[in-house]
C-alpha cells in the first residue's frame, strides 16, 4: 500500500509561481513511477507530468517550459514546479504512483490563477 499527500497548492496571480509536493508514505520502494494530473471545473482529468523511479521526466507538450517534475527520493517526495502561470492552469492537481499497474491517488490540492 501507498499513500499520497499533495501541497502547495493555492491562489496565484497570473504569471506567478508555485511549487506542489506530493510525499509518498507506505510501501514505497514497490512504485515504479509517479505523475501528475489536473482536473478543471467541468473538464476531464488530464496528464501533466511524469517521473520514473530511475529520474525519467516527460511533460505534458502543451506545459513545456513552464511546469517541471522532479523527485527527491530521500523524503519520498515528488514535486511539480508550475511558473508563468495562467488562469486556465486552475485545476485541482491529483499526485499518482504506480505499483504492478495499479494507480494509488492523493486527495488533490487546488491550484487558483485569478488576479
Do not use: H
Amino acid at each position: 500500500q501507498v499513500q499520497l499527500m499533495e501541497s502547495g497548492g493555492g491562489l496565484v496571480q497570473p504569471g506567478g509561481s508555485l511549487r506542489l509536493s506530493c510525499a509518498a508514505s507506505g510501501s514505497t520502494f514497490v512504485i515504479e513511477y509517479m505523475d501528475w494530473y489536473r482536473q478543471a471545473p467541468g473538464k476531464e482529468r488530464e496528464f501533466v507530468a511524469l517521473i520514473t523511479r530511475g529520474g525519467s521526466t516527460n511533460v505534458a507538450d502543451s506545459l513545456k517550459g513552464r511546469f517541471t517534475i522532479s523527485r527527491d527520493n530521500a523524503r519520498d517526495t515528488v514535486y511539480l514546479q508550475m511558473n508563468s502561470l495562467k488562469p486556465e492552469d486552475t485545476a485541482v492537481y491529483y499526485c499518482n504512483a504506480v505499483v504492478r499497474g495499479a494507480s494509488y491517488w492523493g486527495q488533490g490540492t487546488q491550484v487558483t490563477v485569478s488576479s
